[in-house]
C-alpha cells in the first residue's frame, strides 16, 4: 500500500511538474523554436484573414512586436504557427498549451481572468447594434419581435439582454460560427440586428458589397476592454508582453498603428473603417493595466 501510494504522490509531482513547466512559455517556445499565435478570421480591423493562410490586423501587429521581443528573449528566429480559434474554443486552446498568445478580439473580464490571463490593454470596445440602414431600426426597443445575430460564444447578448433599455424587450437570438457568419445573417435577412463590438461591426459593414445599406445604431451597450489573450500564472511572458505594449506606447508606435488600421484603407478591398481611437483607449494608452471589463461600469 505505501508502495502505491508513493507512484500515486510520485504520478501527481510529475504532473504538477510538467504543467509547470507548460506555464513558462519563454522556455516553452526556446526548446522547441516554435510559437503558436491564435488568429481571427474576421474580428474586424483587430485580426482577420487574407486567405492562404495569411492574417493580419491591429493585434496580430502587437503580436508580432511582442513575438520579436520574445525571439531576442530566447536568442534565436521563431517558427510563428498560426491557429485559427473561435470565440468558442479560443480560451481552452490557451489553456490547453494549443495556443501560446491569441491575438484577437476577446474581452478581458473577471469571469475570463480565473482561467486565463491578459496583456495590458491596447484597445477600449464599445459594443453597438448593426442593422440594414432602411430597416427603420433605431433604438433597443425597435428590436421587440426582431431577430437578433451574435456570434457563439461572445458576450454581446448577454449585454443587450442586461441592459436596462431592453427591459420587457422580447427578441429571437439566432447564432453565428464566428463573425462573418453573423454578418451574413444580417445581410441575408435571416436576422434584423446584429449585436456586437463597434468595430467589428464596422469592418465588416466596410468589406460589404454596399456597405451604404448598413448603420450602426443606438447608444453603446457597453464599454469594454479587449485583449491579447495569455496562459495564467506565467509572469515572464505577461511581463515581456507587457513590457513590449510599453514600449510601443512610448514610441508612439501603438498611435501609428491605430491609425493604419482603422483610419486608413485597409486589405483586402482598400477601404477604411473610419474609427478613430475613443478616448477610453487612448486613457488606456496613458495608464496601461489588465484591469477586466467590471472595472470600466463602476462609478
Same mark, same amino acid.
Given at each position: 500500500?505505501? /508502495?502505491?501510494?508513493?507512484? %500515486? &504522490?510520485?504520478? !501527481?509531482?510529475?504532473? =504538477?511538474?510538467?504543467? *509547470?513547466?507548460? #506555464?513558462? +512559455?519563454?522556455?516553452?517556445?526556446?526548446?522547441?523554436?516554435?510559437?503558436?499565435?491564435?488568429?481571427?478570421?474576421?474580428?474586424?480591423?483587430?485580426?482577420?484573414?487574407?486567405?492562404?493562410?495569411?492574417?493580419?490586423?491591429?493585434?496580430?501587429?502587437?503580436?508580432?512586436?511582442?513575438?520579436?521581443?520574445?525571439?531576442?528573449?530566447?536568442?534565436?528566429?521563431?517558427?510563428?504557427?498560426?491557429?485559427?480559434?473561435?470565440?468558442?474554443?479560443?480560451?481552452?486552446?490557451?489553456?490547453?498549451?494549443?495556443?501560446?498568445?491569441?491575438?484577437?478580439?476577446?474581452?478581458?473580464?473577471?469571469?475570463?481572468?480565473?482561467?486565463?490571463?491578459?496583456?495590458?490593454?491596447?484597445?477600449?470596445?464599445?459594443?453597438?447594434?448593426?442593422? /440594414?440602414?432602411?430597416?427603420? %431600426? &433605431?433604438?433597443? !426597443?425597435?428590436?421587440? =419581435?426582431?431577430?437578433? *445575430?451574435?456570434? #457563439?460564444? +461572445?458576450?454581446?447578448?448577454?449585454?443587450?439582454?442586461?441592459?436596462?433599455?431592453?427591459?420587457?424587450?422580447?427578441?429571437?437570438?439566432?447564432?453565428?460560427?464566428?463573425?462573418?457568419?453573423?454578418?451574413?445573417?444580417?445581410?441575408?435577412?435571416?436576422?434584423?440586428?446584429?449585436?456586437?463590438?463597434?468595430?467589428?461591426?464596422?469592418?465588416?459593414?466596410?468589406?460589404?458589397?454596399?456597405?451604404?445599406?448598413?448603420?450602426?445604431?443606438?447608444?453603446?451597450?457597453?464599454?469594454?476592454?479587449?485583449?491579447?489573450?495569455?496562459?495564467?500564472?506565467?509572469?515572464?511572458?505577461?511581463?515581456?508582453?507587457?513590457?513590449?505594449?510599453?514600449?510601443?506606447?512610448?514610441?508612439?508606435?501603438?498611435?501609428?498603428?491605430?491609425?493604419?488600421?482603422?483610419?486608413?484603407? %485597409?486589405?483586402?478591398?482598400?477601404?477604411?473603417? =473610419?474609427?478613430?481611437?475613443?478616448?477610453? #483607449?487612448?486613457?488606456?494608452?496613458?495608464?496601461?493595466?489588465?484591469?477586466?471589463?467590471?472595472?470600466?461600469?463602476?462609478?
Amino acid at each position: 500500500m505505501k /508502495k502505491h501510494l508513493l507512484a %500515486i &504522490t510520485v504520478a !501527481a509531482l510529475a504532473v =504538477g511538474g510538467a504543467f *509547470a513547466q507548460a #506555464t513558462d +512559455t519563454i522556455a516553452k517556445v526556446k526548446a522547441s523554436g516554435t510559437i503558436t499565435m491564435g488568429v481571427r478570421d474576421s474580428s474586424g480591423s483587430l485580426a482577420f484573414t487574407l486567405g492562404d493562410g495569411k492574417y493580419t490586423g491591429f493585434h496580430y501587429e502587437v503580436c508580432q512586436h511582442i513575438i520579436a521581443n520574445l525571439e531576442k528573449a530566447v536568442g534565436k528566429k521563431l517558427d510563428i504557427k498560426y491557429q485559427l480559434v473561435t470565440s468558442q474554443n479560443r480560451i481552452p486552446l490557451v489553456q490547453n498549451g494549443t495556443v501560446d498568445i491569441e491575438c484577437g478580439s476577446t474581452t478581458n473580464n473577471a469571469t475570463r481572468q480565473k482561467d486565463v490571463a491578459f496583456a495590458n490593454t491596447v484597445y477600449v470596445e464599445e459594443v453597438r447594434i448593426a442593422v /440594414k440602414a432602411n430597416s427603420g %431600426i &433605431t433604438t433597443i !426597443a425597435q428590436l421587440n =419581435g426582431k431577430s437578433v *445575430a451574435t456570434t #457563439t460564444g +461572445t458576450t454581446s447578448v448577454q449585454l443587450l439582454r442586461k441592459n436596462e433599455r431592453a427591459t420587457g424587450i422580447d427578441f429571437k437570438e439566432v447564432f453565428g460560427k464566428d463573425h462573418a457568419d453573423s454578418f451574413l445573417l444580417l445581410e441575408s435577412g435571416r436576422a434584423d440586428a446584429f449585436v456586437m463590438d463597434g468595430q467589428i461591426l464596422a469592418g465588416n459593414i466596410s468589406t460589404a458589397k454596399n456597405p451604404a445599406e448598413y448603420k450602426i445604431v443606438g447608444e453603446p451597450l457597453s464599454v469594454e476592454p479587449i485583449a491579447i489573450m495569455l496562459r495564467k500564472d506565467d509572469p515572464a511572458f505577461k511581463k515581456l508582453a507587457d513590457d513590449t505594449i510599453a514600449g510601443m506606447v512610448k514610441t508612439g508606435e501603438m498611435a501609428k498603428l491605430y491609425d493604419k488600421w482603422f483610419m486608413q484603407p %485597409i486589405p483586402p478591398k482598400n477601404v477604411k473603417v =473610419g474609427l478613430p481611437a475613443s478616448e477610453a #483607449t487612448k486613457a488606456a494608452w496613458a495608464n496601461l493595466n489588465d484591469k477586466p471589463a467590471e472595472d470600466y461600469v463602476k462609478k
